[in-house]
């Protein structure tokens, strides 16, 4: 227990070694950490570390869904539901049934369960290479939410897929009609937990709670009661989280102080960074292991086997990707007049289905024996086919994603319109609430708060600044009449916040832009409010 707490100390400081690098020289992390893995994971000496499933699905898996679902924008999942859920779940099953097809004619001895459980294992992408990967390559804004909600989605499809499977292994048998109703059970039921838990916890943080280390502990546990309690009914843990995800985001700034939020944000940056950093680096220190239990085939013949089935995973993404965009806009007129379309991004959206950590664990928590007591038949080698695909998804399509992006020549998207945008309308806005509701305060005062906002507006309309901006301090005053500036303008921040939660409510901005000029906000009150005279 030391030695195994020893070597997670250990690799944390080399996480945060590699994070630096990684920044330095513009290398995709978690990138560096598989390599970086698998290359440690032959050191002599170093011991085997296995990657228990139930530390993934129980530990890691919650968190960092709940992260991910919190920075997800609803308004935009909601208008790409139709390319979400196509890819979430049709591709989901359309990859199982091809992988497994492809797997029990070219694996001699592959019976048909074992083949579909494969494909059921490496079928959904993975939430955490999608959306670290893809990150700030300037891709268009709609791409990049199909992608991180189909990552958040599929996680369910694909491990539900994956448990029918195994089922049909371990028992011997298989109802297509009994898998059909137990999956919508299985989804509803999930999709139920998770709003349920999320209108109790909107409750108690709006009522009950005002304190800013409470609510950051609960945070945390959030994602852990509605994992916990949808696995206990035997429904899909993984939206529930997400659904639970979802709804808290979109009610965030109604239920959570200035001071939560600081904290929370900066506690969660870390708490994800970790959580990202270990998993990547613990999936590659996985190969030895995973090498360690093949004993029948020869490693070229592995790798022949884990390559063939890379590509095919690529290509089924791609053939199915190719009719899923295109047909709807045939048939809708609708469509083609309100989504934006461009062919190129079909290739880039195929390219950036990478596997990741679910996969893993669900082939580690293939068990050891059947019910009969008799091992479990080829569990090695869908194991280690299962790591190959991880490898060649994420160190080859993560590597050539970038230069895939430059070869297409896709205009660079940016939001600093839109923000700029954005805080032309608050500015504006607290100029009028200044010009309206405040003119009857002292004229000093009133001049001060004014030229705070103008000379905002100023510099967003790119014009000189203010002649008297580099002017006299402001003059000592009682500390009353301090107070009172001091709260004025805090009351104008809570009058930008209203209009900001006002855009994010019609769904006017993008998630990126209001969270950033929230935190701005955030930090600006909590400073103005340390500044307040006390007594």
């Given at each position: 227990?030391?030695?195994?707490?020893?070597?997670?100390?250990?690799?944390?400081?080399?996480i945060?070694?590699l994070?630096?690098?990684?920044?330095?020289?513009?290398?995709?992390?978690?990138?560096v950490?598989?390599v970086v893995?698998?290359?440690?994971?032959?050191?002599?000496?170093?011991?085997?570390?296995?990657?228990?499933?139930?530390?993934?699905?129980?530990?890691?898996?919650?968190?960092?869904?709940?992260?991910?679902?919190?920075?997800?924008?609803?308004?935009?999942?909601?208008?790409?539901?139709?390319?979400i859920?196509?890819?979430?779940?049709?591709?989901?099953?359309?990859t199982?049934?091809i992988?497994?097809?492809?797997?029990?004619?070219?694996?001699?001895?592959?019976s048909?369960?074992?083949?579909?459980?494969?494909?059921?294992?490496?079928?959904?992408?993975?939430?955490?290479a999608?959306?670290?990967?893809?990150?700030?390559?300037?891709?268009?804004?709609r791409?990049?939410?199909?992608?991180?909600?189909?990552?958040?989605?599929?996680?369910?499809?694909?491990?539900?897929?994956?448990?029918?499977?195994?089922?049909?292994?371990?028992?011997?048998?298989?109802?297509?009609?009994?898998?059909?109703?137990?999956?919508?059970?299985?989804?509803?039921?999930?999709v139920?937990?998770?709003?349920?838990v999320?209108?109790v916890?909107?409750?108690?943080?709006?009522?009950w709670?005002?304190?800013?280390?409470v609510?950051?502990?609960?945070?945390?546990?959030?994602p852990?009661?509605?994992?916990l309690?949808?696995?206990?009914?035997?429904?899909?843990?993984?939206?529930?989280?997400?659904?639970?995800?979802?709804?808290?985001?979109?009610?965030s700034?109604?239920?959570?102080?200035?001071?939560?939020?600081i904290?929370?944000?900066?506690?969660?940056?870390?708490?994800t960074?970790?959580?990202?950093?270990?998993?990547?680096?613990?999936l590659?220190?996985?190969?030895?292991?995973?090498?360690s239990?093949?004993?029948?085939?020869?490693?070229l013949?592995?790798?022949?086997?884990?390559?063939?089935?890379?590509?095919?995973a690529?290509?089924?993404?791609?053939?199915?990707?190719?009719?899923?965009?295109?047909?709807?806009?045939?048939?809708?007129?609708?469509i083609?007049?309100?989504?934006?379309?461009?062919?190129?991004?079909?290739?880039?959206?195929?390219w950036?289905?990478?596997?990741?950590?679910?996969?893993?664990?669900?082939?580690?928590?293939i068990?050891?024996?059947?019910?009969?007591?008799s091992?479990?038949?080829?569990?090695?080698?869908?194991?280690?086919?299962?790591?190959?695909?991880?490898?060649?998804?994420?160190?080859?399509?993560?590597?050539?994603?970038?230069?895939?992006?430059?070869?297409?020549?896709?205009?660079r998207?940016?939001?600093?319109?839109?923000?700029y945008?954005?805080?032309?309308?608050?500015?504006?806005?607290a100029?009028?609430?200044?010009?309206?509701?405040?003119?009857?305060?002292?004229?000093?005062?009133?001049?001060?708060?004014?030229?705070?906002?103008?000379?905002?507006?100023n510099?967003?309309?790119?014009?000189?600044?203010?002649?008297n901006?580099?002017?006299?301090?402001?003059?000592?005053?009682?500390?009353q009449?301090?107070?009172?500036?001091?709260?004025?303008?805090?009351?104008l921040?809570?009058?930008?916040?209203?209009?900001l939660n006002?855009l994010?409510?019609?769904?006017?901005?993008k998630?990126?832009?209001?969270?950033?000029i929230?935190?701005e906000?955030?930090?600006?009150?909590?400073?103005?409010?340390?500044?307040?005279?006390?007594?």
């Open positions: 227990m030391t030695e195994s707490v020893g070597i997670v100390i250990l690799l944390m400081f080399l945060s070694f994070a630096l690098l990684s920044k330095r020289y513009k290398f995709p992390f978690p990138i950490l598989l893995g698998i290359s440690a994971s032959f050191i002599p000496g170093l011991p085997l570390i296995v990657l228990a499933p139930d530390v993934i699905f129980l530990i890691f898996l919650p968190p960092l869904l709940y992260a991910a679902a919190w920075f997800t924008s609803w308004h935009d999942f909601k208008a790409n539901k139709r390319p859920g196509l890819a979430a779940f049709g591709l989901v099953f359309f199982t049934a992988i497994g097809l492809l797997a029990h004619y070219m694996i001699p001895g592959l048909w369960a074992h083949s579909f459980l494969l494909g059921a294992i490496i079928s959904p992408p993975d939430a955490v999608a959306t670290t990967i893809t990150r700030n390559l300037g891709l268009n804004p791409i990049v939410t199909i992608l991180e909600g189909e990552s958040l989605i599929n996680d369910a499809s694909g491990l539900i897929a994956y448990k029918y499977a195994l089922g049909a292994i371990t028992s011997g048998t298989f109802a297509i009609w009994d898998a059909e109703l137990k999956f919508f059970l299985v989804v509803i039921g999930g139920l937990i998770g709003l349920a999320g209108f916890l909107y409750i108690i943080h709006k009522k709670i005002n304190d800013p280390t609510e950051v502990t609960l945070t945390f546990l959030t852990f009661t509605s994992y309690l949808s696995e206990a009914v035997h429904v899909s843990g993984v939206l529930a989280v997400v659904t639970t995800g979802l709804y808290l985001s979109f009610r700034s109604e239920i959570f102080t200035t001071q939560s939020r904290r929370a944000y900066a506690v969660w940056e870390v708490v960074f970790i959580l990202n950093g270990l998993i990547f680096i613990l590659g220190l996985q190969l030895r292991y995973v090498m239990e093949i004993r029948d085939y020869s490693l013949r592995l790798l022949y086997y884990g390559v063939v089935i890379g590509f095919a690529l290509l089924v993404r791609f053939f199915w990707t190719v009719p899923a965009a295109i047909l709807p806009r045939v048939f809708s007129k609708r083609r007049e309100t989504e934006t379309f461009d062919r190129r991004n079909i290739l880039v959206f195929t950036a289905g990478m596997r990741g950590v679910v996969s893993m664990a669900a082939a580690l928590a068990p050891l024996l059947l019910k009969d007591g091992p479990f038949p080829d569990r090695s080698l869908i194991i280690f086919l299962t790591f190959a695909v991880i490898v060649f998804t994420v160190v080859g399509q993560g590597l050539t994603l970038p230069w895939l992006i430059r070869k297409l020549k896709l205009p998207f940016s939001i600093l319109a839109e923000e945008e954005v805080r032309m309308q608050i500015v504006s806005r100029i009028s609430h200044i010009e309206e509701n405040l003119s009857l305060i002292d004229g000093e005062m009133l001049g001060r708060l004014k030229s705070k906002y103008e000379l905002r507006f510099r967003l309309q790119k014009t000189d600044l203010p002649a901006y580099f002017g006299e301090e402001k003059p000592r005053t009682p500390e009449i301090f107070n009172e500036f001091v709260e004025l303008q805090i009351q921040i809570r009058v930008e916040r209203d209009m006002q994010h409510k019609q769904g006017k901005a998630l990126e832009v209001i969270r950033k929230e935190r906000l955030d930090l600006e009150e909590e400073r103005l409010s340390l500044e307040l005279f006390e007594g």
